[in-house]
């Protein structure tokens, strides 16, 4: 079986809002057993921003489509002091989003898969010090 995906929070917009992703994004998903793919804490925040500042617009307030998208069967990743201090020291070029180097952590910290179409994060994963799978 695959290792678990973490899915970047676009990744979890786009998603849950059945926008077109990949073939290789479509078909991890597809592979990908019960209880296998994870979203971060960090994205509920993210979506929280998100939201506060117009940029994006939810059918239910983010808590809500938050917990939504918990029950139509992602997992919440952990997200351990130990993986908050770890996102201060990845490897190669420093990412210069906050949210991006705790998901990063994570990805690295529990060997998930990571899924995004943020450039830095799949820098990262092409550098070798991640797996990132570009949606």
């Known amino acids: 079986m695959a290792r678990p995906i973490l899915l970047d929070t676009c990744a979890l917009l786009w998603l849950t809002a059945e926008e077109e992703m990949s073939p290789a994004a479509l078909e991890a998903l597809d592979d990908a057993g019960a209880g296998e793919v994870f979203v971060s804490p960090i994205s509920a ?18 808590r809500d489509w938050f917990q939504s998208a918990l029950e139509a069967g992602l997992a919440l ?14 490897p190669g ?20 898969r990571l899924m995004t179409r943020d450039r830095p994060l799949l820098d990262l994963g092409g550098a070798g010090h991640l797996d990132a799978i570009a949606c």
């Open 45 to 62: 925040w993210e979506v929280g921003q998100l939201a506060a500042r117009g940029r994006i617009r939810l059918a239910l307030e983010p």
């Open 93 to 112: 070029e420093p990412l210069r989003d906050p949210a991006d180097r705790i998901l990063a952590a994570t990805a690295r910290a529990y060997r998930y």
């Open 77 to 90: 990743a952990p997200m351990p002091p130990d993986v908050l201090i770890a996102s201060s020291f990845l």
